[in-house]
C-alpha cells in the first residue's frame, strides 16, 4: 500500500511540473496580457498604439496590392449579388 501512494504521489508530481513548464507559461502568458489590457492603463496604451498604427496607414500611397484589391473588390461584389438575391 506505500508503495502505491508514493507512486501516485510521484505521477501527479510529475504531472504538475509538466503542466507547469509547458501549458502553464502559455497560460499565464496569456492572462497577464488580458489584465493589462483589462486595467485602465493598459487600455490606454492600446489605444494609442492603435492611433500610431492608423497614421502609419494612412501615410502610405496604397494600403492594399493591386492583387488584394481585386481579390476583395470580387468578394465584395459577391456578397452584394448574394444579399441582393435575398431581397427578392
Known amino acids: 500500500m506505500k508503495q ?3 507512486k501516485v504521489i510521484i505521477a501527479l508530481l510529475a504531472v504538475v511540473l ?3 513548464f509547458t501549458i502553464g507559461k502559455l497560460v499565464k502568458k496569456y492572462t497577464d496580457k488580458l489584465n493589462y489590457i483589462s486595467t485602465k492603463e493598459g487600455r490606454k496604451e492600446f489605444i494609442i498604439s492603435l492611433r500610431e498604427e492608423i497614421k502609419k496607414g494612412v501615410k ?3 494600403y492594399l496590392s493591386k492583387e488584394d484589391a481585386l481579390l476583395l473588390n470580387q468578394f465584395i461584389n459577391k456578397i452584394q449579388k448574394e444579399l441582393k438575391e435575398t431581397e427578392n
Do not use: A, Q
Request: glycine share 0%.
Open 18 to 20: 509538466i503542466y507547469e
Open 60 to 62: 502610405k500611397d496604397r
Open 4 to 6: 502505491y501512494i508514493y
